[in-house]
């Protein structure tokens, strides 16, 4: 998910990782609720959206080269790289890749000290065809950082009526949601947004066949090559219901983007929101060198801390962890 686009090369692993969609449709009803055919995989049928995605990629794991997102492919271009024979240096810390459905058809970098894996196809309203595979991969990541040596990315948007759902009221997965910005009624307004983005983190978990979702770190993969509201402060409640659903099952949250794009999307993040003590996860770096000193670049809110930079190499997406 890189706000550069990349291709893969490396190493095919084979699927080790059984899906769990039988699984996670009896977990889904055992917390009262069914999802049913519709576009999104998890709300009632709607039609189909004429707003287009990104992937992460600001280098982050925006997970689709079309679109921006924690991990897809942010839309600044970057250099022609040379396929590398053996990984970059970071100086003497291990390097992490992230991955996503760009790299469904080709093979995977070797040995990372750790892994991120995109859960989406490019859309926050989709499921990676090959997330399971990628996670047999991510789990035999070597270690050695700060970081988990596995961890997910998902991509987030704001589309509004214009997308394929947008809730109607402050109910999603079968109750009711404590809502900060008081009662969605189906307008383009905060309210609305904070349960969009609820339901978007609460499909990601529950839906997308990932075991134990508690247990990870999601990246939120945020890049203007997804569909967004003008309204900022919208936007940011869209993040902070992402944010919230993730906290309310006990699983941990990042924030993935470039400093200019956080900005225009999301702009400044008082101390009352979720968002506000969030690691960072910064996006466009053009060399191992320049990753290390982005780790002392402004966190993408003032009460987080930036603790991993991307860069691009030889068309793989390479992380270098801060901390």
């Not at 990782?17 to 519709?38: E, N, Q, W």
């Not at 003497?92 to 991120?116: K, T, Y």
Request: charged share 15%; aromatic share 8%.
């Amino acid at each position: 998910m890189s706000i550069f686009r990349s291709a893969a090369l490396g190493r095919l692993r084979p699927s080790g990782r059984p899906a769990s969609a039988l699984l996670s449709f009896v977990v889904a009803t055992a917390i009262g609720f069914i999802p049913g055919p519709r576009l999104d995989d998890g709300a009632s049928p709607a039609p189909e959206s004429t707003v287009t995605q990104a992937s992460p990629r600001a280098s982050a794991t925006s997970s689709s080269a079309a679109q921006a997102q924690p991990p897809a492919s942010p839309q600044s271009p970057g250099p022609a790289a040379r396929q590398p024979t053996e990984p970059p240096e970071s100086g003497r810390v291990p390097l992490g890749n992230d991955v996503s459905w760009p790299q469904c058809s080709g093979e995977l970098p070797d040995d990372p000290a750790f892994a991120i894996v995109g859960v989406n196809n490019g859309r926050a309203n989709t499921t990676n065809p090959c997330l399971h595979q990628q996670l047999d991969w991510g789990d035999d990541a070597v270690g050695g950082t700060g970081q988990p040596r596995l961890a997910l990315y998902v991509n987030t948007a704001n589309p509004g009526l214009r997308g394929s759902w947008w809730p109607v009221s402050n109910e999603y997965g079968g109750k009711a949601v404590a809502n900060p910005y008081g009662t969605c009624q189906g307008k383009e307004d905060a309210a609305c947004a904070y349960m969009y983005g609820y339901a978007k983190a609460f499909d990601d978990a529950y839906l997308r066949t990932i075991s134990v979702p508690e247990t990870y770190l999601w990246w939120l993969d945020v890049e203007t090559g997804n569909s967004w509201s003008g309204d900022r402060n919208a936007n940011r409640a869209d993040l902070e219901g992402m944010t919230d659903f993730f906290h309310s099952i006990g699983a941990r949250v990042g924030i993935y983007s470039a400093a200019r794009q956080w900005g225009q999307i999301v702009g400044e993040v008082g101390s009352a929101s979720s968002l506000y003590s969030l690691p960072s996860w910064l996006a466009g770096a053009r060399t191992a060198a320049d990753a290390r000193g982005m780790c002392s670049a402004p966190p993408l809110t003032a009460g987080g801390q930036v603790v991993l930079t991307q860069f691009v190499a030889g068309g793989f997406d390479y992380n270098h962890s801060c901390t």
